[in-house]
């Protein structure tokens, strides 16, 4: 198979989901100023060394609105920190990510904006082309639920490995068809797939981790379709808790992120030109995390 982004079927789900973090400064800029809060807003990001984020604190200033972004290793630390006040807001996940969050940890984290959609790509330093990948060479998959079944549905969409049922948002490696699959798949933390390139023959690898990497487009053999309907739920967010959702300094930061020229450009330059920027209304954001959130209620 051809380098290729991959089609629509990739990322088909069987849900309906078309249905659709300590505050901000008093002399925050328009529609900031009702804000009853003081001091810094920290913001919990995975990847704070993108450039973008300088840029991004100096528009907030520019606004009088002081932000601290606060940098993470690991995508599991972010959701609790907001949910205990040591930060503000967050922006790292997407939307399955948080309803999974929310129902394991019984919490009530909220979308209050979004930034974009990021496709998932398969990434390898020892071959040139997914049909050049020998049957029975190791692929790694993040560990984490929500990024790991959309990796496999990008190694089904590639040929390489067949779900049981098609697959969903909630298939696991244990879903996988192994008498029907080229390849093996070994679940890795996100934060290693890329740096575990050298002992596999392939790995999905997360945006985040991609350019810190030095991974290029001529590693990539295969990806989802961002521009796909059926990936509305993994459009990327601001979070923060449900009793701040309309706090409107933050509100004022994610029109900030959204409307910041030099901001945006820094959003598609750290990922390689594949980010697709969105606007999306909140109520959609909250509507398609309702509605994951039901569904896996429902399977458990």
Partial sequence: MSKKSLSAAALLLPLALALGACAGTSSAADGADDAETTGPVRI?????????????????AEEGIEVEIVDFTSYDQPNPAVSAGELDLNQFQHIIYLATYNVAADDDLQPIGATAIYPLGLYSTKYDDVADIPEGETIAVPNDESNQARALLVLQSAGLIELEDGGSIFSTVADIDADASTVKVEAVDADFTASSLPDFAGAIVNNDFVTKSGLTEDELLAQDDPSDPAAFPYINIFAAK????????????????????????????????????????????????????DDIRAKQ
């Fill in 242 to 293: 449900a009793e701040d959702a309309e706090n409107p300094t933050y509100l004022k930061l994610v029109e900030i992120f959204q409307e910041t020229q030099s901001v945006q450009d820094g959003v598609l330059e750290v990922s390689g030109g594949t980010a697709v920027l969105v606007k999306t209304p909140v109520a959609d954001l909250v509507a398609s995390l309702n509605d994951v959130q």
């Fill in 44 to 60: 919990g990001v995975v990847g704070a060394g993108d450039p973008y984020w300088e840029l991004y604190t100096e528009a907030a």
